[in-house]
């Protein structure tokens, strides 16, 4: 079983933010520059909840309001889900498709250490998958 461990020090450790009196217009800015579908949003060094583009979407686009002018954190989740470091990524899926979360920032003795997404777990099972796979081939084949 692969770890949320293994799967950062893979993956790396890097958590983009924002902090939560910046605008959505911002949050959404750095989304697209940095690639990434969701911000880990920071009070100071405290963890204050999580913008992504779902939550724009829906609190933002359809309820008309105006990117510019309104905060991040006026529209953030606030009821955090997070893994742990020794979480394996198959209990970290459950956790997402029960809560119905795409993104989970990573704590490890109350510090922010990663951010895991839905897409990071599915390419480690099928990494996992792959390499099973290649190890029965290689074991009939002998």
Do not use: W
Not at 36 to 58: C, N, P, Q
Not at 112 to 129: A, E, M, N, R, T
Request: with cysteine.
């Amino acid at each position: 079983m692969t770890t949320v461990k293994q799967l950062l020090d893979e993956k790396g450790h890097e958590v983009f933010s924002i902090p939560s009196d910046a605008t959505v217009y911002d949050a959404i800015k750095t989304m697209s520059e940095r690639n990434v579908g969701a911000l880990i949003v920071m009070d100071g060094e405290k963890l204050a909840g999580i913008i992504t583009e779902r939550l724009y979407a829906r609190n933002v686009a359809l309820k008309g309001r105006m990117s510019p002018l309104t905060p991040v954190r006026d529209v953030m989740a606030t009821n955090i889900v997070y893994a742990k470091l020794e979480q394996s990524v198959e209990q970290c899926m459950a956790i997402m498709t029960e809560t119905r979360v795409s993104h989970l920032p990573v704590i490890d003795n109350g510090k922010l250490v990663g951010l895991i997404s839905i897409g990071d777990l599915v390419k480690s099972i099928i990494k996992h998958d792959k390499f099973i796979i290649e190890q029965l081939l290689t074991y009939i084949q002998h």
